[in-house]
């Protein structure tokens, strides 16, 4: 006998063979959809990389301030832990001064992180004609490796901090992701003893992990890599925040201390983080 067409239990068979094959797919879709933003991340992270070294040639070997003293300031309404304040803000931060030698304000925007649509704590000024950076990367300065007393404006700024300072650039952390709206990583993250839960501020989402960043070295190169790697020691008896995590003298470096950084280190080591 002719059929015309299937049987109610064929399309069944059917139906169920496609949702199988779109169950196995999709995920390999969305990794591979990841994958593509993780590369486009780290190619954005080279680019900014390059425009941290260029900036060097031009000042001696001597890296950008996090923040452009030179700028005019706002008052800007800033979160903290526990709500919000009133904060001086300078209009300018270290994304101005690099971009003008990379010319390209996306670079600074990862597809994968959650934050990359909020304004970093510069964008909080109104009515500023600088271009308005979005959060997504902070810049590390090993404050209490450059010139001046500790406490003192020019520790606090990190002026003077060039790879001169640097015993190994290319273990040395200089970029990495985040999604907090402070733009910078220094001395001023001690007072904060609340400033959140390990991988709250921290990383870019990738793969579902706030554990993992693109991180940009003091050599200008990039990679991506989990955080906990940045606390082992791998350059002579330095870790990539630049201090050794065994010397006390090392970890205080002056007032205030960086013993943040051993928290966070040992929250992610689960252990003291040195051998």
Same mark, same amino acid.
């Given at each position: 006998?002719? /059929?015309?067409?299937? =049987?109610?239990? !064929? &399309?069944?068979?059917?139906?169920?063979? #496609?949702? #199988?094959?779109a169950?196995? &797919?999709?995920?390999?879709?969305?990794?591979a959809?990841?994958?593509?933003?993780?590369?486009?991340?780290?190619?954005?992270? /080279?680019?900014?990389?390059?425009?941290?070294?260029m900036?060097? *040639?031009?000042?001696?070997?001597?890296?950008?301030?996090?923040?452009?003293?030179?700028?005019?300031?706002?008052?800007?309404?800033?979160?903290?832990?526990? @709500? =919000? *304040?009133?904060?001086?803000v300078?209009?300018?931060?270290?994304?101005?001064?690099?971009n +003008?030698?990379?010319?390209n304000?996306?670079? %600074?925007?990862?597809?994968?992180?959650?934050? +990359?649509?909020?304004?970093?704590?510069? +964008?909080s $000024?109104?009515?500023?004609? !600088?271009?308005?950076?979005?959060?997504?990367y902070?810049? %590390?300065?090993a404050?209490?490796?450059?010139? @001046?007393?500790?406490?003192?404006?020019?520790?606090?700024?990190g002026?003077?901090?060039?790879l /001169?300072?640097?015993?190994?650039?290319?273990?040395?952390? &200089?970029?990495?992701e985040?999604?907090?709206? %402070?733009? *910078?990583?220094?001395?001023?993250?001690?007072?904060?003893?609340?400033?959140?839960?390990?991988g709250?501020?921290?990383?870019?989402?990738?793969?579902?992990?706030?554990?993992?960043s693109?991180?940009?070295?003091?050599?200008?190169?990039?990679k991506?890599?989990?955080?906990?790697?940045? $606390?082992?020691?791998?350059?002579?008896?330095?870790?990539?925040?630049? %201090?050794?995590? $065994?010397?006390?003298?090392?970890?205080?470096? @002056?007032n205030?201390d960086i013993?943040? &950084?051993?928290?966070?280190c040992?929250?992610?080591?689960? /252990?003291?983080?040195?051998?």
């Amino acid at each position: 006998m002719r /059929r015309d067409g299937f =049987t109610l239990i !064929e &399309l069944l068979v059917v139906i169920a063979i #496609i949702a #199988i094959l779109a169950a196995i &797919l999709f995920p390999v879709f969305a990794q591979a959809r990841e994958s593509a933003r993780l590369t486009t991340c780290t190619s954005n992270a /080279r680019q900014i990389g390059l425009g941290m070294m260029m900036y060097a *040639d031009d000042y001696d070997e001597i890296l950008p301030p996090r923040r452009d003293e030179s700028a005019p300031t706002c008052q800007a309404q800033i979160w903290q832990p526990g @709500g =919000t *304040d009133t904060w001086t803000v300078f209009r300018r931060n270290w994304k101005h001064l690099v971009n +003008a030698y990379v010319k390209n304000t996306d670079l %600074y925007r990862c597809p994968t992180n959650p934050a +990359a649509r909020i304004g970093d704590e510069q +964008a909080s $000024c109104a009515n500023t004609p !600088e271009p308005r950076f979005m959060r997504g990367y902070f810049y %590390y300065h090993a404050f209490f490796r450059v010139g @001046g007393a500790p406490g003192s404006s020019e520790w606090w700024a990190g002026r003077g901090y060039g790879l /001169r300072n640097i015993e190994s650039p290319a273990n040395t952390l &200089l970029v990495a992701e985040n999604k907090d709206v %402070y733009p *910078d990583y220094g001395p001023w993250m001690s007072f904060f003893a609340n400033w959140g839960a390990i991988g709250s501020n921290w990383g870019a989402k990738h793969r579902g992990s706030d554990r993992h960043s693109t991180i940009i070295f003091a050599d200008g190169h990039a990679k991506y890599l989990p955080y906990e790697r940045t $606390c082992t020691q791998s350059a002579g008896t330095l870790n990539m925040w630049q %201090y050794n995590p $065994c010397n006390p003298n090392d970890i205080t470096g @002056g007032n205030p201390d960086i013993r943040w &950084l051993n928290t966070f280190c040992y929250t992610l080591m689960n /252990r003291i983080p040195c051998p």
